[in-house]
């Protein structure tokens, strides 16, 4: 009998889903595999299917089709949401500054690091032990002035924390400050509409919800916001030229529109699935950990540390034993070090270092949670008995 594998590494990436598929295909093949910007036919298909998608992620996430910016994927549009401001900023004659929060995604925290390296300024946000933005940090840094943007994730993508968005967007816009959320662990999981935030600029990426990679999105509901930082012909108003990727984003329209229908239905299953496998795991390991407790959490992330091991031997031994999970954000590599997440939070060294994330997605299931449960204790226990062989 083969061995049951088990994926809970959802937040990293998903499945295309075969409905996504199904309506991409027709821009892999002969019939609609025109470039967007040609006036001919094939062309005007390509065009057809693009308007499409505008209209798709537009209509999910609340905003208008012309305000819908493709992308390479959400790393791309938040160094255009984040750079791009700043550069539209510096050329206004207004301040070449960004403040971001200390446990965004590596894309964000790179993004506001390299307009330092223009010759600008970034102003770090620390969070509380829940996650979320120290609130008085980001007025103080309002007050001062001299501010572009502020960036902070809607969701939290190592810990699941859901931000205040909606008041921290609408203190920028009192402030006269614009404001970009990267949505990617959102969207599709909580509920997300610019209908009623004052949000200028937001994140989606693809994989996240069913789409391929290598496709996003940024919602730009003010063009004057942002300046290109790729370089090239009018496409997508100047704002991200290149020929369009249209099997991706015709995938990532019918993705999006998957996304918003289900979700009601959906975060309540996989957010009774994350608390039974918490009240689970603390049952048969009682000094675990689970990070941001404290605060509102999306539902299909948590976040454990289990003392006296390292996440990177617990991924070992659990990936021989058929669960696939992670150790915090996917698009970080290297030595065992602490989440910077994690390290944000306040959590020690020594628990920041043994922490692992489960991240569930549609096809997941509560034989999932038995399996991971019914291997763990024996993985812990070996784990923990080379630790200590290790550190005599």
Same mark, same amino acid.
């Not at 049951?4 to 996504?20: C, F, G, I, K, Q």
């Not at 089709?65 to 900023?89: C, H, K, R, Y």
């Not at 996240?208 to 063009?223: H, M, Q, S, T």
């Not at 996440?311 to 034993?321: I, K």
């Given at each position: 009998?083969?061995?049951?594998?088990?994926?809970?590494?959802?937040?990293?990436?998903?499945?295309? !889903?075969?409905?996504?598929?199904?309506?991409?295909?027709?821009?892999?093949?002969?019939?609609?595999?025109?470039?967007?910007?040609?006036?001919?036919? @094939?062309?005007?298909?390509?065009?057809?299917?693009?308007?499409?998608?505008?209209?798709?992620?537009?209509?999910?996430?609340?905003?208008?089709?012309?305000?819908?910016?493709?992308?390479?994927?959400?790393?791309?549009?938040?160094?255009?949401?984040?750079?791009?401001?700043?550069?539209?900023? !510096?050329?206004?004659?207004?301040?070449?500054?960004?403040?971001?929060?200390?446990?965004?995604?590596?894309?964000?925290?790179?993004?506001?690091?390299?307009?330092?390296?223009?010759?600008?300024?970034?102003?770090?946000? +620390?969070?509380?032990?829940?996650?979320?933005?120290?609130?008085?940090?980001?007025e103080t840094a309002l007050d001062g002035g001299g501010v572009a943007l502020v960036s902070v994730m809607w969701v939290n993508n190592e810990v699941g924390t859901v931000q205040p968005v909606g008041r921290i967007?609408?203190?920028?816009? $009192?402030?006269?400050?614009?404001?970009?959320?990267?949505?990617?662990?959102?969207?599709?999981?909580? +509920?997300?509409?610019?209908? $009623?935030? +004052?949000?200028?600029?937001?994140?989606?990426?693809?994989?996240?919800?069913?789409?391929?990679?290598?496709?996003?999105?940024?919602?730009?509901? $003010?063009?004057?916001?942002?300046?290109?930082?790729?370089?090239?012909?009018?496409?997508?108003?100047?704002?991200?030229?290149?020929?369009?990727?249209?099997?991706?984003?015709?995938?990532?329209?019918?993705?999006?529109?998957?996304?918003?229908?289900?979700?009601?239905a959906l975060a309540p299953r996989l957010a009774a699935l994350r608390d039974e496998l918490e009240r689970r795991l603390l049952e048969i390991l009682p000094d675990a950990v689970i990070h941001g407790w404290q605060?509102?959490?999306?539902?299909?992330?948590?976040?454990?540390?289990?003392?006296?091991?390292?996440?990177?031997?617990?991924?070992?031994?659990?990936?021989?034993?058929?669960?696939?999970?992670?150790?915090?954000?996917?698009?970080?590599?290297?030595?065992?070090? +602490?989440?910077?997440?994690?390290?944000?939070?306040?959590?020690?060294?020594?628990?920041?270092?043994?922490?692992?994330? @489960?991240?569930?997605?549609?096809?997941?299931?509560?034989?999932?949670? $038995?399996?991971?449960?019914?291997?763990?204790?024996?993985?812990?226990?070996?784990?923990?008995?080379?630790?200590?062989?290790?550190?005599?």
């Open positions: 009998m083969a061995k049951r594998v088990v994926y809970l590494d959802n937040a990293a990436t998903t499945p295309v !889903r075969p409905e996504v598929l199904e309506t991409m295909l027709p821009y892999l093949g002969k019939d609609a595999f025109g470039n967007p910007s040609s006036a001919h036919r @094939f062309g005007r298909a390509a065009r057809a299917g693009v308007e499409e998608a505008k209209r798709q992620v537009a209509e999910a996430v609340g905003a208008e089709p012309n305000q819908v910016i493709f992308t390479s994927g959400g790393t791309e549009a938040d160094n255009l949401a984040i750079i791009g401001a700043a550069l539209a900023a !510096r050329d206004r004659g207004g301040p070449f500054r960004v403040a971001v929060s200390a446990t965004e995604h590596k894309a964000a925290l790179a993004a506001a690091h390299a307009v330092k390296h223009l010759g600008g300024e970034e102003v770090t946000l +620390p969070v509380t032990a829940s996650g979320t933005v120290d609130e008085i940090a980001l967007a609408q203190r920028c816009c $009192d402030a006269g400050v614009l404001f970009h959320s990267d949505a990617v662990q959102a969207f599709g999981k909580i +509920p997300v509409s610019l209908r $009623d935030v +004052p949000c200028t600029l937001l994140t989606i990426s693809g994989h996240k919800i069913g789409a391929p990679k290598g496709i996003g999105a940024l919602v730009v509901r $003010d063009r004057q916001a942002v300046e290109a930082i790729i370089h090239g012909g009018g496409q997508q108003f100047g704002i991200r030229p290149g020929t369009e990727n249209v099997p991706g984003i015709v995938g990532l329209g019918k993705a999006a529109e998957l996304a918003a229908r289900e979700r009601a605060g509102e959490r999306a539902p299909h992330v948590t976040n454990v540390s289990i003392p006296g091991t390292d996440s990177e031997a617990l991924l070992m031994h659990l990936d021989l034993g058929g669960i696939a999970c992670s150790s915090g954000s996917a698009c970080s590599t290297g030595a065992v070090e +602490p989440s910077h997440v994690l390290t944000a939070m306040g959590v020690p060294r020594e628990l920041g270092v043994a922490a692992l994330r @489960f991240s569930f997605g549609k096809d997941n299931s509560a034989e999932d949670v $038995d399996a991971l449960i019914g291997v763990l204790p024996r993985i812990v226990e070996k784990v923990r008995s080379l630790s200590a062989v290790l550190h005599r």
